[in-house]
């Protein structure tokens, strides 16, 4: 298991002190423990194609500071327009992917499936550098992420996690699709999807984030899309790297992709994979109840506005041992790890 805590001795109150010394008994010390941040141990690197561009896209995450978030980083600009904090508040929203845009105009597209894959294995702070303006989307899924993120290791740090703890719900629409957040004690996924491609038809699905459920469940569920849209995004310059063997491409009842589905309900588990991507532009690990409904990107992104926007639905909170196991990325064992190519 990845996730780290450590022992901080909090002394008690001078007054149980005095109480205890009248009475001539010993000091006894309280004993918490904070869940540390964490950072990748080494650099690990990826190379592939931009699922939209179609272009070469080389990526690396390397180890940050305490309290550094996640950053991408364009190796190929200048270091005074080049970084871009992994924030809400800087996605130009799309409907087919998250993209990221800074105050100079620089760019980095298609952020979701590292970022699923960064908050499933708990990691907090890490530099995302991209040689370009599209990360690789390399089999369509999180998964060779997450095998590149947990082959080099999870390094504790010394700062405290503080998470996002929803206090008060939080809704929006956009038409007959919804999303919401609620309290609740962990990261609680809850999605629900409606095609009319009877290859993926009405699928629901309901997961806690939490005891390494993202690596074993969601990980390796790759993106989709009906036969029937694909002329069309290729006409407007959109999924020029797309592939069957990097998306699960369907028509009506059949799917035309190699080898089939990984999961019977691989459709839904992609899209709660976006959600938590998309979910940690919040910069801290969220204890909440996510549901979504034909919920998308920039769906997502019009939740954590309207989260963001009131100050009375939500506080940070500082982790202790109590809360370890709830966070996103606890429980994580490399041996379930999904084995893909």
Known sequence: MFQVVAKIELSICGRALKHLANQNKPCVCATVRAVLQTTIKSPV?????????????RLRVVPADCDSGIVFRRVDLAPAVCELPARWDLVDQSPLCTRLVNAHGTSVATVEHIMAALVGCGIHNAIVEVDGP???????????????????????????????KVLKPVEVHRGEAWARL?????????????????????????????????VRELSDSRTFCRKADIDSMRA????????LENAVVVDGEKILSPGGLRHRDEAVRHKMLDALGDLGLAGSPILGHYQGFRAGHALTNDLLRALF?????????????????????????????????
Request: hydrophobic content about 40%; glycine content about 12%; some cysteine.
């Open 182 to 214: 609620r309290p609740h004690n962990t990261l609680l996924l809850e999605f629900g999807i409606e095609f009319e491609d009877a290859a993926i038809g009405v699928q629901k699905k309901t997961l806690n984030m939490s005891n390494g459920s993202f």
């Open 236 to 243: 407007n310059g959109l999924a020029l790297g797309g592939t």
């Open 45 to 57: 690197s990826f190379e592939g194609s931009g699922l939209h561009s179609g272009a070469s896209a």
């Open 309 to 341: 926007d009131r100050t009375d639905a939500f506080e940070m909170v500082e982790c202790d041992s109590e809360m370890s196991s709830r966070l996103p990325g606890a429980g994580v064992h490399w041996g379930e790890i999904p084995k893909v190519a």
């Open 134 to 164: 599209e990360v690789p989307i390399l089999d369509g899924s999180s998964a060779l992420f997450v095998q590149g993120i947990l082959s080099k290791g999870v390094w504790a740090q010394h700062r405290p996690v503080k998470a996002l």
